[in-house]
């Protein structure tokens, strides 16, 4: 029987937060297709697409806003590069500013907006031409609930791969884990065997 085949999905946000997580407990920075080939494991890998913003600049960019996007072009061309791996630049970032309610202090937050819509119009409109008979999607975010239903709607399988660790602000959606055709926790251990040499 001929194996299954997969398409990688991976939520550009969720992965910062996975390479934040690997770099600072175990000193080591995940690379891209080892992940991608790992969680293919016994099917057959068709295409990896990673989907992020570009980081916020403001009309009047600092150095260090200058720095980290030339930063990111250099990741998404690195991608780009990768045989069967596609680098998916959607969205914007957007910058807020708000005040701490216990010391009155105000700071900048940065937040994605429109990374996760695109994501999910790209799983349902794939499985709806049948790109592939197993999508895996690379994410801890509930809103992906309905359109890994939808999906599976067309019979295609939906794995969901995700870390939990609330120390590091990391977590799976419990609603989309149970939804998902499986779902498989990524371990400090299995993020490791993913990591740059």
């Given at each position: 029987m ?9 939520d550009g946000?969720y ?7 690997l ?16 969680v ?5 890998h068709?295409?990896?697409?990673f ?7 403001s009309?009047?960019?600092t ?13 998404q061309?690195?991608?780009n590069r990768?045989?069967?791996h596609?680098f ?27 990374v ?15 790109v ?11 809103d992906?609930?309905?359109a ?6 067309e019979?295609?399988?939906v ?14 959606s ?9 779902r ?5 251990d299995?993020?490791?065997e993913c990591?740059m040499?």
């Amino acid at each position: 029987m001929a194996n299954r085949k997969a398409v990688v999905l991976i939520d550009g946000g969720y992965f910062d937060h996975l390479k934040y997580y690997l770099q600072d407990k175990r000193s080591n920075s995940i690379d891209v297709e080892k992940l991608s080939l790992k969680v293919c494991e016994g099917m057959d890998h068709i295409r990896t697409k990673f989907y992020h913003a570009n980081p916020y600049q403001s009309n009047n960019p600092t150095p260090e806003e200058q720095r980290r996007y030339q930063s990111a072009q250099k990741f998404q061309y690195a991608i780009n590069r990768i045989q069967n791996h596609e680098f998916v630049g959607v969205g914007r970032v957007k910058s807020n500013h708000v005040k701490c309610p216990k010391c009155g202090e105000s700071y900048r937050t940065f937040k994605q907006k429109g990374v996760d819509v695109a994501i999910a119009l790209d799983l349902v409109k794939m499985a709806r031409k049948r790109v592939s008979d197993v999508f895996i999607l690379i994410t801890g975010d509930e809103d992906f609930t309905s359109a890994v239903e939808m999906a599976q709607e067309e019979l295609c399988n939906v794995i969901v791969y995700y870390s939990h660790d609330s120390g590091y602000n990391l977590f799976g959606s419990k609603r989309l884990n149970n939804i998902a055709s499986d779902r498989i926790n990524m371990t400090l251990d299995f993020l490791e065997e993913c990591a740059m040499e």
